[in-house]
């Protein structure tokens, strides 16, 4: 059996209890090497296959795991963050069911969530957005047309802009013309939650000169609205006192 396990954003202590489980009970491990902290190979058995995803193609990953189920082996297939955020897991999961090779998917904490707990913010603060919009900028490999960053900067909510730290020029254009005023608050997170993490605060209008003076252009999120600003929210419903909830009754 495979089974798909979200690594987490870095921290090791950020992976799951069953991720951990079954990380420690598989006899084959196929980890993307490009992201995942090795620290968690520390907790793979002595005799358990290791295999880097990163040198490999799809076609040879399903050959490892062909040759762990062969020899009677479960597989965890280690994917950074949470696999469902640009894992490449649904190709995946259909080979391995025209394989008839039954698996499993374990969720782990994404990079957008460990990069928010950094910066001590709240994506969906009443009054100044409802929605968080997760999504990249166009690059070699492209976007479907209506999900331009700049379509999708017209609606002005929270973002969180994956893999697009390499072309920061290229995104802070995109965000400008898609309606973000430039004095909009913004930010780099680089390695949310590993050792090294590092964080940039600035401005859409200034993201490219402070994501190059801080020498960012990869393993960083943008993350981008007003929800990084100081105050100007408004207060929770769900903890006012003369709001009415299922569980208690509001009062003047």
Same mark, same amino acid.
């Given at each position: 059996?495979?089974?798909?396990?979200?690594?987490?954003?870095? $921290?090791?202590?950020? *992976? =799951?209890?069953?991720?951990?489980?079954?990380?420690? #009970?598989?006899? %084959?491990?196929?980890?993307?090497?490009? *992201?995942?902290? @090795?620290?968690?190979?520390?907790?793979?058995?002595?005799? %358990?296959?290791?295999?880097?995803? &990163?040198?490999?193609?799809?076609?040879?990953?399903?050959?490892?795991?062909?040759?762990?189920?062969?020899? !009677?082996?479960?597989?965890?297939?280690?994917?950074?963050?949470? @696999? %469902?955020?640009?894992?490449?897991?649904?190709? #995946?999961?259909?080979? *391995?069911? &025209?394989?008839? /090779?039954?698996?499993?998917?374990? @969720?782990?904490?994404?990079? +957008?969530?460990?990069?928010?707990?950094?910066? !001590?913010?709240?994506?969906?603060? @009443?009054?100044?957005? #409802?929605?968080? /919009?997760?999504?990249?900028?166009? !690059?070699?490999?492209?976007?479907?047309?209506?999900?331009?960053?700049? $379509? *999708?900067?017209?609606?002005? $909510?929270?973002?969180?802009? +994956?893999?697009?730290?390499?072309?920061?020029?290229?995104? #802070?254009?995109?965000?400008?013309? !898609?309606?973000?005023?430039?004095?909009?608050?913004?930010?780099?997170?680089?390695?949310?939650?590993?050792?090294?993490?590092?964080?940039?605060?600035?401005?859409?209008?200034?993201?490219?000169? %402070?994501? &190059?003076?801080?020498? /960012?252009?990869?393993?960083?999120?943008?993350?981008?609205?007003?929800?990084?600003?100081?105050?100007?929210?408004?207060?929770?419903?769900?903890?006012?006192?003369?709001? =009415? =909830?299922?569980?208690?009754?509001?009062?003047?």
């Amino acid at each position: 059996m495979v089974h798909f396990v979200g690594a987490g954003p870095g $921290a090791p202590d950020l *992976l =799951t209890l069953r991720g951990a489980a079954l990380l420690e #009970q598989a006899g %084959c491990v196929i980890y993307a090497g490009s *992201l995942v902290n @090795p620290a968690l190979l520390g907790r793979v058995r002595a005799d %358990c296959a290791l295999y880097n995803s &990163a040198r490999m193609t799809l076609e040879e990953v399903l050959a490892a795991i062909q040759k762990a189920e062969a020899a !009677g082996l479960d597989t965890v297939r280690l994917h950074t963050g949470d @696999p %469902c955020v640009y894992g490449a897991v649904r190709e #995946q999961m259909d080979a *391995l069911d &025209a394989l008839g /090779i039954p698996w499993d998917d374990t @969720p782990g904490v994404s990079s +957008f969530c460990g990069a928010a707990a950094a910066l !001590g913010a709240e994506y969906t603060l @009443p009054g100044v957005s #409802q929605s968080v /919009i997760i999504t990249r900028l166009a !690059g070699r490999t492209p976007v479907p047309e209506r999900e331009r960053l700049a $379509a *999708l900067a017209a609606h002005r $909510a929270s973002m969180a802009v +994956f893999l697009s730290a390499g072309m920061l020029g290229a995104v #802070q254009a995109e965000l400008l013309a !898609g309606g973000y005023p430039p004095e909009t608050p913004a930010a780099l997170v680089y390695k949310a939650t590993w050792p090294e993490e590092k964080i940039v605060r600035c401005t859409v209008a200034s993201l490219a000169e %402070c994501g &190059a003076a801080a020498g /960012i252009d990869k393993t960083a999120l943008v993350l981008v609205g007003d929800f990084l600003g100081r105050g100007g929210y408004e207060r929770s419903k769900l903890y006012d006192p003369a709001f =009415t =909830t299922g569980w208690r009754e509001g009062g003047a």
